[in-house]
């Protein structure tokens, strides 16, 4: 089976090419001083798919028979975890962005535009609003403010059931603690392969990161407002972009903290052990919500290739249980899986229903 695999990203497109049971991964990259002009993310549509269209003819995979094509699912309305075929109304809703901006939204959209040309099916996988979560960690605290799953599932999913396959044992009988520690965080529950709880990757939940702030002491975020320090939009931007690492040291990019820390630099090295203790204690609280029943804990993405975060956290948690170390992410290969399960039969494609607008996270 020939799968196209297509993973936007907010700097870049990652493409995916399974041909004669092999697979060949690239990331086309597109410079922010590109992608800045762009005022909605839907508006960058046929900027990346010229670039894909390109990286295509350019590899000399134009021609391909593909079978099938599959994206990134993005932040539409909350669904079971699995794979979906793209049609109405899940393309409608990945184009209006039901549940946000997000690069994510244009995966499926993409997928659809390429496998349309084609008369082939067009899947996303594991979408970032897949919603398990149990009611108890649904309230918030206040009525009317709902806690909503909204996380890297496709990359979460995918490493879990691998540390799963490594121990022998099926996804559905474990209870693993996986953290996501990329440009975003997001740590998730796995109880018996269900996310019964898992921080909000995207609205100031969790731990802080190399670009957003996670949770944040309300009074003081509406302090800034009534002082007019600054508008909504714009606080809304550093809770998704601008926040943490970079608010504290001007860098998203955690090799260049680590190196003004090594160099001496005690407040970079601050703030990058208030980062690890964080996520520790983002750890240590899921462990409570599975009443100590752990059999795992898993660290994936781009912080889990430092060896000073990886060791901060192990010092920390290893107490809970065994810690897996599974660095980068996988999200391309879970979309091949994905899309091959569904074509295959083991995995029926499920339709997306859509919603009434009170189903938004
Ligand atoms: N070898 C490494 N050592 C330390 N940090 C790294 C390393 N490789 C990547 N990172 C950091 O990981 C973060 C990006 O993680 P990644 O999972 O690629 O994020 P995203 O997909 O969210 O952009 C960046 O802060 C980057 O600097
Ligand atoms: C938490 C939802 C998905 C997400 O935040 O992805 P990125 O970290 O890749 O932006």
Known sequence: MNILAIDPGSTSTKVGVRRAG???KATIEHPRSEIE???AVMEQLDYRMEHLVRYLRETGVEQVRWDAVVGRGGLVRPVPSGVYLVEEPLLGDLVRGVNGEHAANLGGVMAHAVAARLGVPAYVVDPPVIDEMWP???LSGMAG???RSMFHALNQKAVAREVARELGRPYQELNLIVAHLGGGITV??????QVVDVNNGLNG?????PERTGGLPVIGVLQLVERGAFTTEQLKSIVARKGGVFSYLGTVDLREAEASANEGDHWAALVLDAMVYQIAKEIGALAAALAGEVDGVVLTGGLAFSASVV??????VQFIAPVFVRPGEFEIEALVDGALRALSGADEARRYQGGADEDRA
């Open 22 to 24: 092999k697979l060949v």
């Open 37 to 39: 002009t762009f005022h």
């Open 136 to 138: 108890v960690a649904r």
């Open 145 to 147: 403010i709902e806690r």
């Open 188 to 193: 998730g529950a796995h109880r018996k392969g």
């Open 205 to 209: 939940d969790g731990p802080f990161s």
């Open 311 to 316: 060791e901060g956290l192990q010092q920390r």
